[in-house]
């Protein structure tokens, strides 16, 4: 098993081929639904990974910031842009939410939307803190858009087992290990209750859809 970062530092040379006709399908649901509800603004791309998404966001009307905390990922996504596009700013410092406080941010700007695509917050397992850093950096208006992995226990039942729907209808996180060329990660498989709960304080929960055809929901929060 290796950390997080670790792995995405890997696997980075390979990700964007990796990427099919169906993962296309779900990036263009949660785009336009992010763009829907957010059609300018300051938005941070939180876990942009290699950038695929930023060819949506950047030509429109928003302020990007983009955080990567692969460093192998982070200069694929820089690679696949013209340099020095004043409405993009690739986050160096500062990256881990978890040393965030009021007086220590990555940027001054407050954000109007934040874009968690394809399985970032699988990769975090403590939802309380994400939440609680995250309510630190957003407008009063800003919506959280979320790719998750849907774990509606019918849908468990359909792509784990009985024990992993149980689990997760007890409201309990299941951690699942994700194989690529020999390495290990840990994905966490968070209860559609534990988001509301952890995200409870600062955010209201709007959505949770399943995204058809495919193993995600889209997960839509509004700052309270
Ligand atoms: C499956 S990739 C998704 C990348 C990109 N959002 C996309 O749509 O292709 C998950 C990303 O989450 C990032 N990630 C993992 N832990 C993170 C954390 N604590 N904060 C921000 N990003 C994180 C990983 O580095 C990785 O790039």
């Not at 949660?30 to 030509?59: E, H, R, Y």
Request: glycine fraction near 4%; proline fraction near 5%.
């Amino acid at each position: 098993m290796i950390p997080t970062t670790s792995y995405y530092d890997i696997i980075a040379k390979d990700y964007n081929s990796h990427m099919t006709i169906s993962d296309n399908n779900i990036r263009n649901y949660t785009i336009k639904s992010f763009k829907d509800n957010i059609p300018n603004g300051n938005i941070l791309d939180f876990g942009g990974g290699t950038g695929l998404d930023l060819p949506f966001l950047v030509p429109d009307k928003y302020k990007v910031q983009f955080l990567e905390p692969s460093l192998n990922m982070r200069a694929i996504a820089k690679n696949s842009l013209p340099e020095n596009i004043s409405t993009l700013s690739f986050l160096e410092e500062n990256i881990d939410f978890h040393n965030w406080s009021e007086t220590n941010l990555p940027f001054k700007e407050k954000m109007n939307g934040i874009l968690a695509n394809f399985a970032v917050l699988n990769c975090i397992p403590d939802l309380d803190c994400l939440f609680e850093k995250l309510s630190l950096i957003c407008a009063g208006n800003c919506y959280i858009h979320a790719t998750i992995l849907d774990t509606h226990p019918i849908k468990m039942l359909k792509t784990h087992s009985m024990k992993a729907a149980l689990k997760i209808l007890l409201n309990k996180k299941l951690i699942r290990l994700n194989k690529f060329n020999g390495i290990i990660q840990e994905v966490y498989l968070h209860p559609i209750q534990k988001y509301k709960s952890a995200a409870n304080e600062y955010f209201n929960l709007i959505s949770y859809s399943p995204i058809p055809s495919s193993e995600f929901a889209l997960l839509i929060l509004l700052k309270k």
